[in-house]
């Protein structure tokens, strides 16, 4: 598979969305870049259309909103200019306790990082199967293997959802990807709740390999992606060990937490 046409990038101005947006430009992909700071998102776009010479557009939108959602599905199912590249790609951190009378915090992740994405993603593969081509990359986590927490709990949603999504696709052209992160140097973790401090050091990636890693893997036909050899043993460990001293492990990790 080769990536080519012109990717629309949810969560485009940062973090691993931003090194998506870099690395498909660098590609030769047009650009659609996704997020809610217009004004970052302009520049962003700017950036990308002097360095790679590809054209670059945006949309400002907020995925916590119908209408947001609705202005992104628009442009997704659009026939002119085709998206024929989907990174669904937009987070944010959450470090909500379950146990707690206030859901409003794990409501608006839920939206953000679930029901939007699944929502895009589905439309998406809609237009992309009748036209029998297309890409989808949907942002899990390494974290949904295990008992982390709303977040946790959310990627293993979206997870699930966007392996369905290939199962249901399966012999077609449009080619789901499951993308499962790890520890990734950006903005992130520190909106999570998490002390870097408590983190290993030999655990931590940066964007660029993460993200390079991940296209290449997908370049090469692969459908689940755990980026790097360490967190696919971390991902092995989480499957395989006793319940029990999985849950162990990600009790003393969440004594690093504020």
Same mark, same amino acid.
């Given at each position: ?20 947006? &870099? ?49 992104? &599905? ?115 973790? !520190? ?9 290993? &050091? ?14 290449? !893997? ?41």
């Amino acid at each position: 598979m080769v990536f080519s046409g012109r990717a629309l990038i949810t969560g485009g101005t940062s973090g691993m969305g931003y090194e998506f947006a &870099k690395q498909l430009a660098r590609r030769g992909l047009d650009i659609v870049l996704v997020a809610r700071n217009e004004e970052r998102l302009r520049k962003t776009a700017a950036e990308l259309a002097e360095q790679y010479g590809v054209e670059c557009t945006f949309l400002s939108a907020d995925l916590a909103s119908d209408a947001g959602v609705a202005a992104v &599905k628009e442009r997704l199912v659009c026939a002119e200019n085709p998206i024929t590249v989907f990174v669904n790609n937009a987070g944010g951190g959450l470090y909500a306790k379950i146990a707690s009378k206030d859901f409003t915090e794990i409501k608006n992740a839920l939206q953000v990082m679930g029901t939007a994405p699944m929502e895009l993603g589905g439309a998406a593969a809609a237009v992309m199967k009748e036209r029998n081509a297309g890409v989808i990359i949907s942002t899990a986590s390494v974290a949904s293997l295990v008992p982390m927490g709303a977040y946790a709990a959310i990627k293993a949603l979206l997870r699930y959802w966007s392996e369905s999504l290939a199962n249901e696709l399966h012999g077609t052209n449009v080619h789901v990807v499951t993308f499962l992160p790890g520890w990734v140097h950006t903005e992130f973790h !520190a909106r999570t709740g998490v002390s870097n401090a408590s983190i290993p &050091k030999w655990v931590w990636m940066n964007a660029a390999d993460v993200v390079g890693e991940t296209l290449a !893997a997908a370049e090469a036909g692969k459908e689940v992606i755990i980026p790097s050899r360490k967190f696919k043993v971390i991902a092995f460990f989480a499957k395989h060990m006793p319940r029990s001293v999985v849950c162990a492990a990600v009790r003393k990790l969440n004594r690093g937490r504020r």
